[in-house]
């Protein structure tokens, strides 16, 4: 049971990192991307972070702060929240998510597939 959060979580992470690094390579400007610009985005996202479990958490969370500004308020907005629940998993002694916080990463991540199929 803790293997298939485990990847949910990760799923999550990877969506979303991938979707930070094209914002910050590719966006320089203040301007939103539309919806179809932000999951393109997202879609081609190759970011990955790296160390341990807290530092990773850590440099999502930052991550995901950068990008959500750049996207589409659809997708912007749960990527927002999830800045919120990773930052408060790597404030944690663990650095990683709790199942609590990962159901709610799962139910941002799912508000972004209603836009981006």
């Given at each position: 049971?803790?293997?298939?959060r485990?990847?949910?979580?990760?799923?999550?992470?990877?969506?979303?990192g991938?979707a930070?690094s094209?914002?910050?390579?590719?966006?320089?400007?203040?301007?939103?991307?539309?919806v179809?610009?932000?999951?393109?985005?997202?879609?081609?996202?190759?970011?990955?972070?790296?160390?341990?479990?807290?530092?990773?958490?850590?440099?999502?969370a930052?991550?995901?702060h950068?990008?959500?500004?750049?996207?589409?308020?659809e997708?912007?907005?749960?990527?927002?929240?999830m800045a919120?629940?990773?930052?408060?998993?790597?404030?944690?002694?663990l650095?990683?998510?709790t199942?609590?916080?990962?159901?709610?990463?799962?139910?941002q991540?799912?508000?972004?597939?209603?836009?981006?199929?």
């Open positions: 049971m803790l293997k298939s485990a990847g949910v979580v990760r799923s999550v992470v990877v969506s979303a991938l930070a094209l914002l910050l390579s590719g966006c320089g400007g203040t301007q939103t991307m539309d179809t610009a932000s999951c393109a985005f997202l879609n081609d996202d190759t970011f990955k972070p790296d160390g341990n479990q807290q530092q990773q958490s850590k440099q999502i930052e991550h995901y950068q990008i959500a500004g750049k996207l589409a308020p997708i912007g907005n749960p990527i927002k929240e919120s629940i990773m930052d408060e998993a790597a404030a944690s002694s650095g990683a998510a199942q609590d916080q990962q159901e709610k990463l799962k139910v991540f799912n508000k972004i597939g209603e836009y981006c199929k």
